[in-house]
Structure formats: C-alpha cells, structure tokens
C-alpha cells in the first residue's frame, strides 16, 4: 500500500495514518529470528482482520514499530489492544521461553507511543480554520444588487 493512498469505506474516503511504538516487558530483547517472525505474522492477521493496512513495519530485539492505515471508525487504542493482546495469548502459548522470562502473562510493557503522520502540518490546518470568515473579492463572478 502506498503511503499517500486513499482508503474507502461504505460511506467514508480516508487516509488515517498512526505511528506506533510498543516494546516487550522489560525492554528485553526477545524479538529475534522465529519470535520476531511469529509477531510479523501475527500483527499481518489481526491488522488483515479487521480492516487495518500496514504502510510499514519493522521489530527489532526490543520494540516494534508499525505505520497502519486504520479505518475511522476505529480508536487507536482499539488496534493496540487488538495487537498486543493477541500476540501476547499467542507467544506465551507458542514459545515456552517466554513464559520464564514475563511471569504474568504479559508480553508486552503498558502502554505505547502513538502519534498521527498526515499531508499537511498542524499549522496548515489552523490557518485554513482561521481564515473561514474571511470574505474574500469574488472578481470572476459578481452578483449585482
């Protein structure tokens, strides 16, 4: 998927992109070789459904980061839940590793960094606002009274 592509929905255009930033308990750097691999796939399953599209991605040992399209009617909050819950249930099922080195049941370390990327700046779109009620000579088409 293209950075700068638009997204419809049954009665939506959009492009809704969120920056990501989430890291296992600890810090510890368990995000290697078939681990690492796994949580690819896995964040491919949950973002594939429900309606969420990688822009990119990347895990390294101790975090990962992930670039999603996500539709509008979905929080942010929301798709972190999805992600880190169920990779979660599915690591410390699938690597018993894991499960000596985050007593608990947790893979993941509360909380995340999240953060929007968009086509215009903050400052764009507060002039845009503020020049609403400017009138503004229409020269190319008057109305006479």
Not at 33 to 39: C, F, I, L, P
Not at 43 to 67: E, F, W
Request: with cysteine; hydrophobic share 40%.
């Amino acid at each position: 998927m293209s950075d700068h592509e638009y997204r419809k929905g049954a009665h939506t255009v959009y492009r809704l992109h969120y920056h990501f930033v989430f890291v296992p308990k600890y810090r510890k750097p368990v995000l290697q070789d078939a681990v690492g691999r796994r949580v690819r796939e896995l964040v491919r399953q949950i973002c594939q459904a429900h309606d969420v599209a990688i822009v990119k991605g990347h895990i390294r040992p101790d975090h990962v980061h992930l670039l999603l399209s996500v539709p509008p009617k979905m929080a942010p909050s929301r798709v972190m839940q999805l992600i880190k819950g169920k990779t979660s249930i599915k690591l410390l099922q699938e690597y018993r590793h894991l499960r000596k080195a985050f007593w608990g049941r947790h893979v993941w370390a509360r909380g995340y960094f999240v953060a929007t990327s968009g086509n215009v700046t903050d400052e764009v779109i507060a002039k845009y606002i503020a020049e609403q009620d400017i009138e503004r000579p229409d020269e190319d088409f008057k109305v006479t009274d």
